[in-house]
């Protein structure tokens, strides 16, 4: 009886995933045919020359001195402001990618993106 | 990058000057994007007026496409960023080198190779930010 129990309510649980992994499912797999129709080298290539037109950049108008206030700090706060008026933005919330991926903008690249520009500019 | 380590029980803010220090420190891929991120949210908070453009998130491919395993959750446009061939290169690298790619510890070097401690404990330095936060919220109310 108590084994019946559980399986009942298991069985509804066990449905709802079914429904939640398709539409992963089917996001992997229109990922993985897009990835395969390429090589490396492409894919590669059409990340580091990814360029965004038309573009907007973010508002040069806010005030620098702000930055002292920053939990971070003036200098890491005015780099961070800096960084990020260099920053290409698409003008519509459109997801468009190199070579046609609907790629997205990764917090791990954005991560690398800001230590690069520490790298050529010494903070 | 910054990051927030323990010192004696009480959180620091300290930035690793080159690679051996960022080891030392283990400082994780992962750790440098919720870093960046902590720092846009930092300066947002202390600016009336919007700093950044509104964009959907959501579960995005970018790093897949690069051979990381996982599709990962962040903004579902594509950005132009300055350095994207360090960014790729990074990337590479770090798919080649171990399982867990946003485990390892980036090998960036910056030019002045210099480790910073920054003064004051990271609970002060976010209490002094909250006051700067407090006038910025009255200000956005004011204005709406």
Not at chain 2, 122 to 138: C, F, G, I, T, Y
């Amino acid at each position: 009886m108590k084994n019946r129990k559980q399986l009942l309510g298991f069985f509804p649980l066990h449905l709802e995933l079914q429904k939640r992994c398709v539409p992963l499912q089917i996001k992997n797999d229109s990922a993985a045919c897009a990835k395969s129709q390429h090589t490396h080298d492409d894919i590669l290539s059409a990340f580091v020359n990814w360029a965004v037109e038309p573009s907007r950049s973010i508002s040069c108008e806010h005030d620098v001195q702000v930055s002292e206030h920053s939990s971070f700090g003036g200098g890491l706060s005015t780099a961070t402001l800096l960084w990020l008026r260099s920053i290409k933005c698409p003008c519509e919330d459109v997801n468009q990618g190199p070579l046609g991926f609907a790629s997205g903008s990764s917090w791990l690249e954005l991560g690398l993106s800001w230590s690069g520009l520490c790298a050529n500019h010494s903070l | 990058m910054p990051i927030i380590r323990c010192d004696s029980r009480v959180k620091r803010l300290t930035q690793p000057g080159n690679y051996s220090g960022a080891l030392d420190d283990n400082l994780t891929l992962a750790e440098s994007g919720t870093m960046v991120q902590k720092m846009i949210d930092n300066l947002e908070a202390l600016l009336p007026e919007p700093l950044l453009f509104t964009y959907q998130c959501g579960k995005v491919s970018s790093c897949y496409h690069v051979g990381f395993k996982i599709f990962v959750q962040d903004l579902k446009v594509r950005l132009q960023l300055p350095n994207q061939k360090l960014i790729m290169e990074e990337m590479l690298g770090l798919v080649g080198s171990t399982d867990t790619p946003t485990q390892a510890t980036p090998k960036i070097d910056v030019s002045s190779g210099e480790h910073t401690n920054f003064p004051g404990s990271w609970q002060h330095r976010q209490d002094h930010a909250e006051l700067r936060m407090k006038s910025v919220r009255k200000i956005r109310k004011e204005r709406n």
